[in-house]
């Protein structure tokens, strides 16, 4: 691999200054000419959130310093630039990330220390982050860190919401409440605005001979982000646009007193970028929504296209060689049209060749076959909110299906040849995985009249490659496949995880593998191991660093494998053992603090925290407690001293309008209130629902866990990402073979993991043929289920139809399994108990676990896109 190295010529000013006296004084000085505290309160009269502010603004100014050099530098060694598209970047907090990037925690520890505070104390005072809603998100996040920590010149495009991700509240009844997320409120000290870059973006209007006049306009402004690497000085960006009105305000008509109309166009242009949809891997198909994503994808390529001219005037087929889109999942797709639209309406050039240099900036990853998920916007919606766009994408599509008439009539004749027609063409295809939602609101309508048409057999078989097809669901009804628009305009589709790169070439992406199977790559996830283990988790760091003997493993993850010479060591499982413990102590405290639950230490702490989802089955998680609470219950006292003591912790949200979801979060919450206050249990079983599950919390929760659940329906998590952050931290997992699952049980050994319930390949047949005579109810679950029904836990009317989702075959459908796979998943449990006993063999696996977790460094997962697709080579920047 190339690396472009560093010249003499880079010049540079003077560093800020990192003596920690130098430092203290920065500290002050920012107290008074940033926050603007008062010199007579300074430093001991300041609350913590403007102390806080004091110190982020000092940090800021090393970020800028090394921000500005790596741009200058990048911007003048012009390398290939990769731009990340992401609707969304899960950052969480930024304080000790910097700090500890940048290598100086314990310059500002001893400055801060010196001035009357705590690091830990400001870094509770910092806002979270929150423009993600989950994994896509919170992956989104740990690429750009790896991307500066690896020296690749790169940006993150995305949305800068005023409210990001909403505040969830549980309320004395076991509710999920949902509250806004006012990010923003004090202000944000790590971006840096940037009026001077604004583009105008349209919306609406007409074309006329292909020239589009927008009946709506709004600017796109720039904030910037520093991005830190560490053990490098490249601090990398990400660029967030911000709506604003293009005229600032209506002052004829506030003079003639229509108030709500002088600030109507600001309003409406605000309302694009306000608020991240609170949506995890469902869609809600609305015209804001694809506002949104028009407004930042034009705008991040506006911006790109721009620098690129500037450079290269209108060298256009040198594009591909400085530039790289990565679109991540179907949010950004529009970029396909919008970079043709630029190329042809704004560049002048024809189509054919636009065509081929947007074929090969662009790359795109799918995160989920949840059908649901894959964006399809009606026709009426996109043309009228895009009406050039839509012309194009017509003509995209067009001109694809055209050049596979040949490859389809040869297709539809050797069919005909083994099959001689029958009368009837086919019936258009039937969605593959209707959800349980939809399922539950009945099979799409058969048309009766379907029988009268005579189908074209080439069209019927054109049909299924159509980025333009018709509505399953309504009949007339056209839809843009926003998926197919991406692989057809892109140079590389990738999965996230093994089995879901097989999966999408086998079902939602068949026929487009068969006719380019050299687009089809995998990109297993990964995630950053500075954030993940060495900052969350200090004591197991501190551990690693003095067994291998150096402190490089968070920039080569591979060295934890020295640890697997220590696994049965004893005098290293102690101490193994003694950092989990005190994090479950911290992690304790924060609970007390936080829902007034007291926690014991000792017993196996065993986690669940992601999205609340049926196919993440919580429901089935909750199921087994239930369970375990009626053994408890029913047992002798002799018998409950036989009890292996558990903690079990739930955190997640639920999408607001997804309403199994919200059932589940109700339940979980009303059986830790039953659990938690029942007499009989004591320490043996608690149940906690951590409120506002966040990056945060991740933090926490993560160096605690012992156990973690992984158990999605075996082929619906695409990857998973959390059961990497816990692997690198020592926690075990008990999981399905499913996701990224599947490769952490090759690291790690499979037999180190708890693994049940069916496998992908024998989920369909479940679905398609057993279901309907599934009799083979397990006792166990039977009386879970009955437990939810009969009140014991309250709202018996309000459970009736959760109970139902998984038992009753004629009112739920159990889509994702919870059932048949519960007498395994109880299998599993009763082995986690039984290894747990044996602390020594429970240790030995949790080091197991660290030691293989290397593969899943974000950093590994960067460079393989860097090689396989993105062709981007690192461009260190000289230290000055
Ligand atoms: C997701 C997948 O559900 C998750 O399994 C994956 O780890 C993540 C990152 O690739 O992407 N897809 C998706 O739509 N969301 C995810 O978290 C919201």
């Not at 999966?503 to 992406?509: C, D, L, N, V």
């Not at 109880?826 to 006993?837: F, G, I, N, P, S």
Request: glycine share 6%; proline share 5%; with cysteine.
């Amino acid at each position: 691999r190339e690396v472009i190295s560093p010249s003499n010529g880079a010049s540079a000013s003077a560093k800020p200054s990192t003596d920690p006296s130098a430092v203290q004084a920065d500290v002050l000085q920012n107290l008074e000419y940033v926050v603007g505290a008062p010199s007579s309160k300074i430093p001991n009269g300041l609350d913590a959130s403007s102390v806080y502010r004091g110190v982020a603004a000092s940090v800021r100014e090393h970020l800028i310093d090394a921000f500005n050099r790596t741009q200058d530098y990048w911007s003048e060694k012009d390398p290939k630039f990769v731009y990340y598209l992401s609707a969304e970047f899960l950052m969480g907090r930024s304080l000790m990330n910097a700090v500890q990037n940048l290598e100086l925690t314990d310059t500002y520890s001893q400055a801060v220390k010196q001035l009357g505070y705590d690091l830990e104390t400001l870094r509770d005072a910092e806002q979270n982050a929150a423009l993600g809603n989950g994994g896509l998100g919170r992956l989104a996040a740990c690429f750009i860190d790896s991307m500066a920590t690896l020296n690749l010149p790169g940006w993150g495009y995305g949305i800068r919401y005023k409210y990001g991700m909403f505040k969830q509240a549980i309320d004395e009844k076991g509710y999920q409440q949902e509250l806004p997320d006012i990010w923003l409120s004090n202000g944000n000290p790590w971006e840096i605005p940037r009026p001077d870059i604004t583009f105008k973006i349209g919306f609406y209007g007409s074309v006329d001979n292909f020239k589009w006049s927008p009946g709506e306009t709004v600017l796109a402004k720039a904030y910037d982000n520093p991005i830190p690497g560490f053990k490098t000085p490249t601090v990398g960006n990400l660029r967030l646009w911000e709506a604003l009105p293009v005229a600032e305000f209506d002052l004829s008509a506030f003079n003639e007193g229509k108030y709500d109309k002088a600030v109507e166009e600001r309003r409406k242009a605000e309302d694009i970028s306000a608020v991240l949809y609170p949506n995890d891997a469902t869609e809600y198909g609305k015209e804001l929504r694809l506002k949104q994503q028009f407004f930042f994808v034009s705008a991040s390529l506006q911006d790109a296209v721009a620098r690129f001219k500037a450079k290269h005037g209108d060298n256009w087929q040198l594009l591909p060689e400085k530039a790289v889109f990565q679109m991540n999942d179907t949010h950004p797709t529009i970029a396909v049209a919008e970079l043709m639209r630029l190329l042809i309406d704004e560049q002048s050039l024809d189509w054919d060749t636009a065509w081929g240099i947007t074929q090969k900036t662009l790359a795109f990853t799918n995160h989920t076959v949840m059908p649901e998920a894959l964006e399809k916007w009606p026709v009426k919606v996109l043309g009228k909110l895009l009406p050039r766009h839509m012309e194009i994408i017509d003509k995209i599509d067009q001109i694809w299906k055209d050049s596979l008439k040949e490859k389809v009539l040869a297709q539809v004749e050797e069919m005909h040849k083994k099959n001689p027609p029958k009368p009837k063409a086919a019936k258009p295809l039937k969605k593959e995985v209707p959800l349980a939602a939809k399922a539950e609101a009945g099979e799409p309508a058969e048309d009766e009249d379907e029988e009268e048409e005579e189908e074209d057999p080439v069209e019927a078989a054109l049909n299924k490659y159509g980025i333009i097809t018709e509505n399953p669901w309504e009949k007339g009804v056209k839809l843009v496949n926003m998926a197919y628009l991406a692989v057809v305009g892109s140079k590389a589709v990738n999965g996230v995880a093994a089995i879901h790169s097989d999966i999408i070439k086998r079902t939602i992406f068949k026929d487009f593998y068969e006719l380019a199977p050299h687009k089809f790559q995998n990109k297993t996830n990964g995630v950053t191991p500075r954030r993940w283990l060495a900052w969350c988790n200090p004591g197991l760091a501190a551990l690693i660093t003095e067994t291998l003997g150096t402190d490089t493993w968070p920039n080569d993850l591979n060295l934890l494998t020295g640890l697997r010479k220590h696994a049965d060591d004893k005098e290293f499982q102690k101490k193994w053992r003694a950092i989990k413990h005190e994090n479950k102590a911290k992690l304790a405290a924060k609970i007390k603090a936080r829902t007034g639950v007291d926690l014991p230490t000792d017993p196996l702490y065993d986690i669940q925290i992601k999205r609340i989802h049926e196919y993440k089955r919580q429901y089935m998680n909750i199921l087994s407690i239930i369970y375990r609470y009626h053994q408890l219950k029913t047992a002798s006292p002799e018998e409950r001293k036989k009890f292996v003591p558990r903690v079990t912790i739930f955190g997640g949200k639920a999408a607001s309008a997804y309403y199994m979801a919200k059932k589940i979060v109700r339940l979980i919450n009303r059986v830790g209130m039953v659990v938690n206050n029942d007499p009989d249990v004591k320490d043996l079983l608690k149940v906690v629902f951590v409120p506002d599950y966040n990056v945060d919390w991740a933090e926490a929760l993560i160096p605690a866990a012992e156990l973690c659940q992984q158990i999605s329906t075996a082929g619906t998590e695409a990857s998973g990402t959390s059961n990497m952050k816990f692997q690198m931290n020592g926690c075990l997992i008990i999981g399905t073979m499913d996701g990224a699952n599947i490769e952490i049980a090759e690291e790690v050994g499979k037999e180190n993991l708890f693994i049940f319930g069916m496998d992908e390949s024998e989920v369909p047949a479940w679905r398609e043929s057993k279901r309907a005579e599934w009799k083979d109810y397990d006792p166990r679950f039977v009386k879970a289920i009955e437990m939810v029904r009969d009140g014991t836990f309250g709202d018996k009317e309000y459970f009736q139809d959760l109970a139902d989702s998984v038992y009753d075959m004629k009112k739920g459908n159990d889509w994702f399994l919870v059932a048949p796979d519960f007498a395994d998943y109880l299998r599993a449990q009763e082995e986690v108990d039984k290894v747990y006993l044996d602390q020594d063999e429970w240790t030995r696996r949790s080091i197991l676990y660290t030691a293989g977790s290397g593969f899943f460094s974000s950093d590994r997962t960067i460079k393989q896109y860097a090689d396989e697709i993105w062709d981007v080579v690192p461009v260190p920047v000289p230290s000055s």
